[in-house]
């Protein structure tokens, strides 16, 4: 990967929807080479998909909220299972296997704080696997990112 394929990463990451010409024309190359580069980019699976980006707030998702689960057993099947469950749930915005004192942590988003306790008590608490559930509420959103750090040339290999 090189400076021009970051440059058309970083616009990509920022500005979804540019045309391949207005694209082009920002990163300075030619429209079919641009073309190119960014289906060698979506073929490499470097570009994974495009998305629109939604405000959640203006959804009526007001709550947010980072789960920290503990399972019972740390059997293959147990983890699995509980894998598979969490994946279901669009409530689960984000969900990582972690170290310390917890196995895995979700970033949880409802409604308000009842529908997060709907779905502690109808869901995550009914799992055989979870031993133990820990949350935190986030009260302010300080940082919120979708775009990647691109390593430059002297960093990647």
Sequence with gaps: MDQTDRSILSLLQKQGRLSNQQL????????????????????????????ALLDRRQLGLNLCAYVHVLLARHRQQSTTSF???????????????????????????????????????????????????????????????TTLPLPDSSHSK
């Design 83 to 145: 894998e598979a469950a969490v994946r279901h749930r669009e409530e689960v915005q984000e969900c990582y296997a972690t170290t310390g004192d917890a196995d895995f942590i979700l970033r949880v988003v409802t409604r308000d704080i009842e529908s997060f306790d709907a779905f502690l008590e109808d869901f995550l608490f009914g799992l055989p696997e979870v031993s133990q559930v820990r949350s935190n509420i986030a009260l302010r959103e300080l940082k919120f990112a």
């Design 24 to 51: 082009a024309e920002e990163v300075g190359i030619s429209t079919a080479a641009c073309w190119r580069r960014v289906r060698a980019l979506e073929k490499s699976g470097i570009i994974a998909s495009y998305a």
